[in-house]
């Protein structure tokens, strides 16, 4: 097929660096720069959340009127920027009553009540924006549950003006689906025809998410493993059967990563760069991070990183398990995260009494998070399941050997250490329990201690690894020449 320049609405409710709470922010930041060098037009969209500073925006003359159904017409502001070295224009839809909030999506755990409306408006608005700014897209892609109502308003509701444009939606995480009450089917104005368990419903709900499955022309998730495994009952979060149904238009694209923001060599947070040929200012790291969480200053002692959600998802069940265990050990451990409270208290509990080998940061803290990448000899993710999973990946480049359960992204990434064959890139386990996960990490510990000749040559050549966005823009042009091809037949 001759290489056609597409016109592409990206639409995400977090982009790195306007607001994130995780891995979605940072795919959102950089694959729309990707297919942007592919030599497509695209443009983002998100919400103008009330973090973000709307003095360093400029204000897009004209009011968005949002048609919401019962609600009514709500108009809405718009902004735009540049995404950072690019020539990618984001919008930011600004609505007080929807954004205007301290979080993204809930306060002290509560989700907000409105979720469903909040994020429908974003996707409708989104379609309103490229009226008003006379931008047809070929391609309209969707992410997660928050704009998986996408595909069927660009069927329906607007198909005036975007029947042609195919449809595509990226899972990041199946878990969380936009499961609300069925009112909202009002506000999409998609017609209750759609509401059956085939399309929308789940159990007399709405399901965002599964009917975002049931209409895109394709769908993707962020690695191949994971494809697999939501079609299963372990992984599918009662989805699984649906999943299945729609599998022939289903495809795993793994997430690249961002080698400007995640490098040793040029990241601006940390206390030395370093790179393969000189690992001196990894020690420097190891040092600084040691020396800011108040551990023992000791080069030769194991020092083990953890970033993420506290959420049952990233294994910090199994970390909790195993814990005690492991401060009878000669290792040090540091966390950083936030989230379910048990975690958090529970971990403060061990520092407080672990002062001299064990560290936790409850928050959230992007220097800190590369901080840590950089400082530490390995790196814990041993999660449940894990979609694509971006913090390994960081891990690797700083030589930071990953410690993973073999699931989802964790699995397609991390080759297990194979002393025999001097191969490898990390620790691999498989069953979700404490054993399992005790007996990598005093493996990895023991690698560390006694073999430091493998555990050097692992590490050089977990900084060879190279997980690059161009590879996966390319894969994502396929998905949409496939999209546009079913959808025009
Ligand atoms: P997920 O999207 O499931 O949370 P990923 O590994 O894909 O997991 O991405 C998580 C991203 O969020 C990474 O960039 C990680 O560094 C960042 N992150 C997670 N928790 C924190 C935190 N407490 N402070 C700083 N960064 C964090
Ligand atoms: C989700 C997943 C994570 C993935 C990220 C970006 O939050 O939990 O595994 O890396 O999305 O796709």
Excluded at 118 to 126: D, T, V, Y
Excluded at 270 to 296: P, S, T, V, W, Y
Aim: with cysteine; hydrophobic share 40%.
């Amino acid at each position: 097929m001759s290489k056609k320049k597409l016109n592409i609405l990206f639409v995400a409710s977090e982009v790195f660096p306007y607001a994130k709470t995780g891995g979605l922010a940072d795919v959102a930041g950089v694959l729309p720069k990707a297919l942007k060098e592919l030599g497509h037009n695209i443009i983002v969209v998100m919400p103008r959340y009330y973090q973000i500073d709307k003095s360093k925006l400029t204000h897009v003359d004209g009011a968005l009127g949002v048609p919401m159904g019962p609600m009514g017409e709500l108009w809405a502001g718009v902004f735009t920027t540049k995404l950072p070295q690019s020539e990618v224009s984001v919008y930011f839809i600004d609505y007080e009553h929807f954004y205007g909030r301290r979080s993204l999506y809930d306060e002290n755990g509560t989700p907000y009540e409105d979720n469903d409306n909040r994020f429908i408006f974003l996707s409708k608005a989104s379609l309103q924006l490229c009226k008003m700014l006379d931008f047809k897209p070929d391609i309209i892609h969707a992410n997660d549950w928050h704009t998986a109502s996408l595909p069927l308003l660009s069927k329906t509701r607007f198909a005036e003006d975007f029947s042609n444009a195919g449809t595509v939606l990226t899972i990041h995480n199946l878990e969380h689906q936009g499961n609300f009450y069925k009112g909202g089917m009002d506000v999409m104005e998609i017609g209750w025809h759609h509401f059956n368990p085939m399309e929308f419903e789940s159990h007399d709900r709405l399901n965002l998410l599964k009917g975002g499955i049931a209409h895109a022309d394709a769908v993707t998730t962020v690695s191949k493993r994971y494809a697999q495994e939501i079609q299963t009952s372990e992984f599918g979060f009662g989805m699984e059967h649906h999943i299945r149904a729609h599998a022939s238009k289903l495809f795993g694209i793994l997430n690249g990563v961002d080698y400007d923001e995640w490098s040793p060599a040029v990241d601006k947070h940390i206390a030395e760069h370093f790179d393969i040929g000189n690992m001196n200012g990894k020690l420097e790291c190891k040092r600084a991070l040691q020396k800011h969480f108040g551990l023992e200053l000791r080069d030769d002692v194991p020092l083990i990183g953890f970033v993420g959600r506290f959420a049952t998802q990233k294994g910090i069940g199994l970390i909790a398990g195993i814990i005690s265990g492991l401060m009878q050990q000669d290792l040090q451990i540091v966390m950083l995260g936030t989230g379910e409270k048990w975690a958090e208290h529970y971990f403060g509990e061990i520092s407080g009494r672990h002062s001299d080998k064990f560290a936790l940061h409850v928050g959230y803290s992007d220097a800190l998070a590369h901080q840590i990448e950089a400082g530490c000899d390995m790196f814990l993710m041993p999660s449940l399941f894990e979609p694509c999973g971006l913090n390994q990946i960081y891990s690797l480049r700083y030589g930071t050997l990953p410690i993973v359960r073999a699931t989802g992204g964790l699995d397609d990434t991390i080759e297990n250490f194979d002393e025999a064959h001097n191969s490898g890139n990390g620790f691999k386990f498989y069953a979700p329990t404490h054993d399992a996960l005790y007996h990598t990490v005093m493996w990895a510990v023991g690698v560390y201690k006694n073999n430091q000749k493998a555990f050097l040559s692992m590490q050089k050549r977990a900084m060879k690894n190279h997980f690059s966005w161009r590879d996966a823009a390319l894969a994502y042009e396929d998905v949409y020449k496939y999209a546009l091809a079913k959808h025009t037949k």
